[in-house]
């Protein structure tokens, strides 16, 4: 969260020794500090998460007990920097599951996808707290990644599509344009063959891609086009966000690594 100038992170498996709501918050160096615990119990392979203006939004289907029970109720939550607070309600047409969200601009978030509602988007206006259906994506999906691009749009790329014939990956990878509200297919070269859990993130209107299965960095550049970022690899194949978070952190935070 940049107004705590810190890395945040909430929820745990639930056991006889947790509530699943506990909350941290990392500043650099060796040690994580303890933040307020949230009001609710997130799933944690079906929670997402997006840093707005407002403050850090985590939404998604609600832990009860045990390891992974999870029920299909949604929970939506915001931590101002001091106090937790409730969140914005999910779509009428009902709860998206494995969806994601890109904060926009200073008013703005965009939900797009998931689970039943596919090819669904909507924009959340957080001064009016009222969401609007926008244009839909060009092909369905869940289990995708999104990032914003500061005064232009959002992207989302790969993931996956049900329907009668069976799962199957999703390849493509769509650009929204907030001016038009549009969604258009982008060139995906092939990498998201492996695209369910997708990670997108986004640091100086450079997009990241990271990629279950791979060990590979690759970074967009402004015609849309995925290269591998060079003289960088992760320390382990990455296992799609259900189960790997990723952010990006200032260079203070690294603690000298490379």
């Not at 990498?191 to 690759?218: C, E």
């Not at 402004?222 to 296992?239: C, E, I, K, M, S």
Request: aromatic residues 14%; glycine residues 12%; proline residues 6%.
């Amino acid at each position: 969260m940049p107004d705590l100038g810190a890395v945040v992170a909430c929820g745990e498996y639930l056991n006889e020794n947790s509530a699943g709501g506990r909350c941290w918050y990392y500043k650099g160096g060796s040690v994580w500090a303890h933040l307020p615990d949230s009001t609710d119990s997130h799933c944690p392979q079906a929670t997402i998460d997006a840093v707005a203006d407002q403050g850090w939004w985590i939404m998604g289907f609600e832990q009860t007990e045990g390891d992974t029970t999870c029920t299909e109720d949604w929970n939506s939550e915001l931590f101002t920097g001091t106090d937790w607070v409730p969140g914005p309600a999910h779509p009428p047409n009902g709860f998206p599951g494995y969806y994601c969200v890109a904060t926009l601009n200073d008013t703005h978030s965009l939900l797009t996808g998931g689970y039943l509602t596919w090819t669904d988007s909507w924009l959340y206006n957080w001064e009016a707290d009222d969401l609007t259906e926008t244009a839909p994506l060009n092909q369905g999906r869940t289990f995708h990644g999104c990032a914003a691009l500061e005064g232009r749009g959002a992207l989302v790329a790969g993931g996956t599509f049900t329907d009668g014939n069976g799962t199957f990956n999703v390849t493509s990878v769509e650009f929204f344009d907030s001016a038009t509200e549009r969604w258009s297919l982008e060139p995906a070269l092939g990498l998201f063959d492996r695209a369910a859990g997708t990670t997108l993130l986004t640091a100086d209107q450079t997009v990241l891609a990271l990629l279950p299965g791979s060990d590979q960095v690759f970074q967009l550049d402004r015609d849309f086009y995925w290269t591998p970022l060079q003289g960088v690899r992760l320390p382990a194949p990455f296992n799609g966000y259900s189960w790997t978070k990723a952010v990006l952190v200032p260079d203070n935070f690294a603690l000298g690594c490379i």
